[in-house]
């Protein structure tokens, strides 16, 4: 772990889906470093909450309802800039959809590999892990 996470990192987690977000939740909060401030279920749902809440990362799924997380993703680098890592079935998938990310501000992507259960998304907690620390120890510049 770096040494300038002094406090907990505060994370927010968007998923529609309630198992992914209790899993990703799990996942995150298994090193004591991170601490999750709150879910949210959709794109507005994570925009509002990003926007009240602060949080140093932020975790979010590409499609969801009302709004998907690629728009979700631009409203939170207009009005509430901080590193968010994509979590999403679509990013090893869709090659243009991480590409878009990354273009909208995206800090970093990760893949659910759910090729044989929905169980699998556990392989990705190191690697989800390490993301979220390190988004939240290295500086963002304002997406161009």
């Given amino acids: ?11 927010l987690v968007v998923d529609d889906s309630a198992f992914m977000r209790t899993a990703l939740r799990r996942m995150i909060e298994s090193d004591p470093a991170l601490q999750v401030i709150d879910t949210a279920s959709d794109g507005v749902d994570g925009v509002q909450k990003a926007i009240q809440l602060r949080p140093d990362v932020i975790t979010m ?4 309802p009302r ?13 509430a800039p901080c590193p968010v ?13 991480t590409i878009e990310a990354l273009s909208r501000g ?4 990760l893949s659910k590999d759910l090729s044989y259960a929905s169980l699998d998304i556990v392989r990705i907690k190191d690697d989800l892990v390490a993301k979220c620390k390190s988004a939240a120890v290295q500086k963002r510049r304002t997406p161009l």
Avoid: W
Wanted: no cysteine; net charge negative.
């Fill in 1 to 11: 772990m770096p040494d300038s996470i002094t406090h907990p990192v505060r994370v």
């Fill in 61 to 64: 799924d590409v499609e969801m």
């Fill in 67 to 79: 709004m998907s997380g690629l728009d979700a993703l631009s409203k939170i680098m207009e009005f």
């Fill in 85 to 97: 890592i994509m979590v999403s079935s679509l990013t090893k998938a869709h090659a243009e959809a």
């Fill in 106 to 109: 995206a800090y970093d992507f």
